[in-house]
Structure formats: C-alpha cells, structure tokens
C-alpha cells in the first residue's frame, strides 16, 4: 500500500473543502443570484460577526440509493451548519442551499440540523435557521419526513430554553413550514420568501380558488394577513440586520440575564410634550408609538408584528439600557379595541418576554374587547382569554400605566392589579371603569333621563356626574388597585425606578407539568 505524503492529504482535504464550498456549481449559484438571493454561506456572512464562523459536518453526505440518487452526493447534502457570534455572542446557525438538490431536506440534512438543534441546547445559545428548499427530498421518502420530525421535536424541547428564530429566503413548503411555526420569531424577505401548507395548484385544484404563489404565502400576506410571520424585510442584508437588532435584546438562554446596553440618554429625562400627545377627549386618536419614543432609551422602539393586529403594539425597547418587552395598545387603529388577533399577538408576546427574563411594561389606553358577530364566532372568548392566563401565568416584573381608557374585562386584560402587576402608575386622564361615561350613565340614570322633559340634556348632565365621580385613576387609588398617580412627563422616571424597584422580583407557580391554555 502506497502511503501518501502528508502534501498530498493535504490536498486532499482542500480539495474536498473546496468541493463542500462549491455548493451546487456556478450554474445553481448564477439562476440564485439571478432571483436576488444569497448562496447559503453568503448569508451565513450576512447575519455572523465577520470570520465567526466554525462550519462543521461539511462533508456529510445522504445514503439514500432510491432514483439514481447515489450517482448524486454533494457534500454537506444541502445545508451548511455551525456556530459563530452575533455582536460578540455565540449563536447556533443552519443555512439550507437551495443550489444542492433544491435544498431539500432528507435525512443526513435533517441530522445536521438537529445536531444545531442540540448543540445549541446543551450550549444555551441561540439558533437560527436560514430556510430555503424545496421541503421534503422526494427520493428520500419517509426519512425525510422523519427528519422533520425529529427537527419538529426539538423546536418544541427547545421552546422556552433558548430563542428559535426562522428566517425564510427562499420556498419553504408543506409541512416544512411547520419548523418555523414552532419558532419564536419568523423573519420574511420580500418577493422571494414564500411560505405555505399547500401551494396554488393544489388549491386550485381543490377549492377553485387561483391565487399566485407571492398573494399566498408572500413576506406582505404573513406579515399583515396570517400572523404567521414576525418580520419582513426589503432584501436579505436587511433581513439579517434585522435579526440582529432581534437578539441585542434578548438573553442567551432562560437562565441568562438579559444583556444590559450603554446608554448616555438620561434615565430622568422629562419631556414636557407627553402632556400633548394623548388626549383627554376620549373619543379622540392618537399613535401610542410616539408616547413609546418618549419614553425609551434613545427614542428607539423595535416592534414586532407591525403589520398585523395593529389595534395592539408588542415590541422591544430599553430604559436605563435595561431590555423590556412592550405591549401598548393602538387607540389609531379600532380605538385599541382587543380582537382575536391581538389577544393572540399580545399574549403570545407576553409569554416569549415571561420565557427569557424580560419585565413587561404595558401601556393602557382600551375601550373594551370589539364587539361584533365576527369576532364573537371567531372565538374572542377563548382567544381573549389567552391575554388573562398570560399575564396571570408570567413571573416577571409587570408594569402597567395606564395611559387613558381602561374599561371592563380589558382593563383586566391589560394586566390589571388583580392578574398580577407589580406596579400600576396610571396618567391623570386615566379612566378605569366598568365602561365609558356615556354607556355608564345612559344605562345607570335611564329611568331619570327617559322621564325628562328635557332628556338629552339631562343624559349631557348625567354622563358629566359619571365622568366626574368614576372616569379617573383616583377611584382605582383609593382601593390601592393604582400605586401612582403620575405626570406624563415622569413617565420615564417613574418606569427606570419601577424597573429598578421590581427588579429582584421573585415568584414561582404551583408545580405542575404545565397548564391547559386557551387556545
Ligand atoms: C428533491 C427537489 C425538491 C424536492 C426541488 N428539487 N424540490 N429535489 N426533492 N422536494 C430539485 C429539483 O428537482 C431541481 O433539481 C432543483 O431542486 C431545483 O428545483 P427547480 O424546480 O429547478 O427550482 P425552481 O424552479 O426555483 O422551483 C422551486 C420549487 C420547486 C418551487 C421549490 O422545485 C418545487 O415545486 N419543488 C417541489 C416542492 C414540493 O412539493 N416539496 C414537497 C413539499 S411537501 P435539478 O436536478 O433539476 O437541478 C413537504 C412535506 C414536509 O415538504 C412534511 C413535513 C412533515
């Protein structure tokens, strides 16, 4: 036997690398390019901190001999893993190529993304799978649905351990979609990630219904239709951007602190103008997002579902360079009623911010649940109810200021005393009632208003009486169900000290394996 010199497995082994980097060949890599998408590499450049990145398993190949499939075995089979650093903190990653086999997903690729999946585990670190492929590899026949499973499983051990995010570049179809499903966090690129259980001619096969690929699974209609999707951006690069801002904000696992960001912007900064943003009337609009940039470090909030429900604003922000999660309701958008989709959004929120150590700070201004034979068919009893377990459920610090509105079952819904705030600061037009004055006193002084000569003014008279004794945070503060009453402009103050206050919050729940959640 010839032994060989070591130049010569040398260059053996760069051969190979070079072989494993090539991906699919320059023809695969040019019709990618051509659709204004990255190879799986280039993206895994895009999101990691540059030269971070350690691949492994690059010359795992498929075993599968169905269909000639042996005459065809590409190193790496598809996907491309490792674990490199994003602003100096480790994180787990797999970047699918599409230019391998239409980046599907059969059995040694599904190994190596739940060798990711369980390294980032065992780690305590982030991951984040970049999906782009042509679903299951059709050749490999159930072990490419076993492979799914088995990725499937691990999205759901990993739920709640460390962040999952899932971001879609590329077709992702089936049930392959369901991966990103069992994530925290989906991030779409526009025009060229799709995602969807059946595809258009299935659809039209079955229902009739014609409807392109974009309109059905498109980054716009998950983003603002669905509310399978968290995020959208115009381009890859953005996208990745993105995801980076995405994990500044979060811990590296359940049992991390969440990371604490320089800030020169003064904790004790008053703006005199938060008088102006809300206003007393109300019957009156405003966009909760600007009393958010007042309040926040820097004035920068990151939402996170912009498009969909927006009758209710989640996203992050920081005060004192301290991350919190954000839930405001939008009194621009349906007067900031909840509906189905904001309960979901909002509660699904609340439950990713309880999982990784984040306080919740929730900014009220709700005129009730929204009323409607829809909504009521729809479910809103039980999707309303996902809000109350929710915030019953969470551990963290909870803060709630009540900026205008809090009427009702939604005054509850947005994590009043009872359900477990920690702190209930309310502005002086705070209303907390069972409803608005109007309603209040139509039904109350009926009899008196009907028998009046004069009714309307009476009602006028009436709903003034009502509006005076109850539409105030003071009624809430003699029964301690308010801590403080306090000036718009204190607002940051007031949230850096509540935070600091509540920080060494410890509560634990009743042991259980877990509870029965509305769904
Ligand atoms: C094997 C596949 C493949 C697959 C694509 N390819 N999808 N090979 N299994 N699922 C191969 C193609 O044969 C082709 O090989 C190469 O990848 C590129 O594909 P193209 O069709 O040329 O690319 P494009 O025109 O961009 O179309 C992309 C596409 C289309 C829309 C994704 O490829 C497609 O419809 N693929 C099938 C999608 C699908 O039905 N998958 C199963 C979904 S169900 P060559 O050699 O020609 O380059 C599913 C169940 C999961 O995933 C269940 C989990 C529980």
Redesign the pocket.
Known sequence: MAIRSIEELCEELQGKRKSAAAGGGEK?IAKQKEKGKGTAHERIAQLLDAGSFVEIDEFVTHRCTNFGLEKTKPLGDGVVTGWGTINGRKVFVYSQD?TV??G?LGEMHANKICKMQDMAMQMGCPIIGINDS??????EAVD??NG??KIFYRNTISSGVIPQISVIVG?T????V?SPALTDFVFMVDKTGIMHIT?PAVIKAVTGEEVSSEELGGAITHNSKSGNAHFMAKNEAECFEQVRRLLSYLPQNNLDDTPLANTSDDAYRADANMRNIVPTNPNKGYDVRKVLEVVLDDGVFFEVQKDWAKNIVTGYGRVGGKSIGIIANQAACLAGCLDVDASDKASRFIRHCDAFNLPIVTFVDVPGYLPGVTQEYAGIIRHGAKLLYAYSEATVPLITIVLRKAYGGAYLGMCGKALGADLVLAWPQAEIAVMGADGAASIIFKREIDAAENSEEVRYQKIDEYREAFATPYVAAERGLVDRVILPEETRKELFLALNGMQSKRESLPRKKHGVIPH
């Open positions: 695969a599409f086999l239409g599907s042509g679903g299951a590899r059709i050749q490419s649905l799914y499973g077709p179809a089936g049930g392959a369901y595809g």
